[in-house]
């Protein structure tokens, strides 16, 4: 039905509330059970009086996004979770349980993506749409509706699935709203990241906003001629303009910058490499991520480096006086690559899991 209103539509909701004559303080009730408390619908909608149930249930859609396939590893605490959008595309979040009991979602901001990075799958894919606020908060109510029997919630929220968060920046920041108002999730801002491939206006625009909202760069060499055949995009912002928007972002933002490098053998893992990223990274209030590479379709050429690499290159780094941490990357048996489940099921490889 096409002409229903969405729950987070908070003005439509509000016209329709007027029109049923129902007490705002109930709608209210029936965001937070459905928002905050991730009860889902028929909990929200037994908040209403019954005389109007009936019609609000039919006008107001609470999914703006069909959940199509569920894979839990069997290695880890991650699960990867399928859905649908209304277009009948596909998008991805992946669920990952620490052990420390903590839960991290990361949702996607777009169907595909135009910035095509090699080393991503989601890349090869190509750009088809961006997704709206609500289909990216949809990504969070259901993950943890999904996650609700294990008594878990969704602490983390990081932007880092399908799409570059900031060329769909208007419906980005319509989520962020929501995300962090008392009246939507009331979600805490400094428990939401964005990670991006580095688009320095956007990224000084979203800091102005949210400061206190956590930015990831995807950095990945501090050489132009690497990260421009890495990395498209990179042929638009130079290493030093990225430099610049760091240092800006430190002065606006209270946090650490996380600067995300992902491991590719012979590209940009040598300690020549470490020694030049330590060196552009002085003076920066950063925490350098280095990320195990996870092959894909389509980029034969690109490998992950070897353990022993990364133990080196972080070593030299930490000497450096840099914070580095190396990411664990959880769900390797769920197709941990942004974008191959996704891939994988468009091309009609894997069969629905729900
Ligand atoms: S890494 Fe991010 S920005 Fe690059 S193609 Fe993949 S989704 Fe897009």
Redesign the pocket.
């Known amino acids: 039905m096409t002409d229903r209103i969405s729950l987070h539509d908070s003005v439509g909701v509000d016209l329709l509330r007027r029109e049923l004559g129902i007490d705002p303080h109930i709608v209210h009730r029936v965001r937070t059970v459905f928002f905050k408390k991730f009860r889902g619908r028929e909990a929200a909608i037994t908040e209403l009086p019954c005389g109007v149930r009936n019609v609000f249930a039919e006008r107001i859609q609470f999914y703006p996004l069909t959940l199509d396939a569920r894979l839990d590893s069997e290695q880890d605490g991650a699960t990867k979770l399928v859905f649908a959008t209304t277009s009948g595309k596909r998008i991805e979040s992946v669920l990952l349980r620490a052990g420390t009991g903590r839960t991290a979602l990361c949702i996607s901001s777009?169907v595909g993506?135009?910035?095509?990075?090699d080393?991503?799958?989601?890349?090869?894919m190509g750009f088809h749409s961006n997704l709206t606020a609500a289909e990216m908060l949809d990504q969070v109510v259901q993950a943890n509706e999904q996650i609700a029997g294990e008594n878990r919630s969704v602490r983390n929220i990081v932007f880092?699935?399908?799409?570059?968060p900031f060329?769909n920046e208007s419906e980005l920041y319509d989520a962020l709203d929501t995300l962090v108002d008392g009246r939507g999730f009331n979600h805490p801002a400094n428990r939401i990241l964005i990670?991006?491939?580095g688009i320095p206006d956007a990224m000084l625009r979203c800091a102005r906003r949210y400061p206190t909202v956590n930015q990831a760069l995807?950095l990945h060499s501090v050489r132009d001629d690497i990260r421009e055949s890495i990395?498209p995009?990179a042929r638009k912002y130079s290493i030093d303009e990225l430099r610049a928007t760091i240092l800006h972002l430190n002065a606006l933002q209270p946090s650490t910058v996380m600067i995300e490098y992902l491991m590719l053998a012979s590209v940009n893992d040598s300690l020549r490499d470490a020694a030049e990223l330590a060196e552009f990274l002085t003076g920066l209030r950063v925490h350098v991520n280095l990320i195990p590479y996870n092959a894909i379709e389509g980029a034969p050429h690109l490998v992950g480096s070897s353990r022993n690499v990364r133990d080196a290159f972080a070593a030299a780094l930490k000497a450096a006086g840099l914070t580095t941490t190396i990411r664990y990357s959880m769900g390797a048996d769920i197709e941990a690559a942004?974008?191959q489940l996704v891939q994988k099921m468009e091309r009609g490889r894997l069969a629905r899991a729900t």
Request: aromatic share 4%.
């Open positions: 777009q993506c135009a910035a095509n990075c080393f991503c799958a989601t890349g090869k880092m699935g399908m799409g570059e060329h990670s991006t491939v995807s990395i995009l942004c974008g």
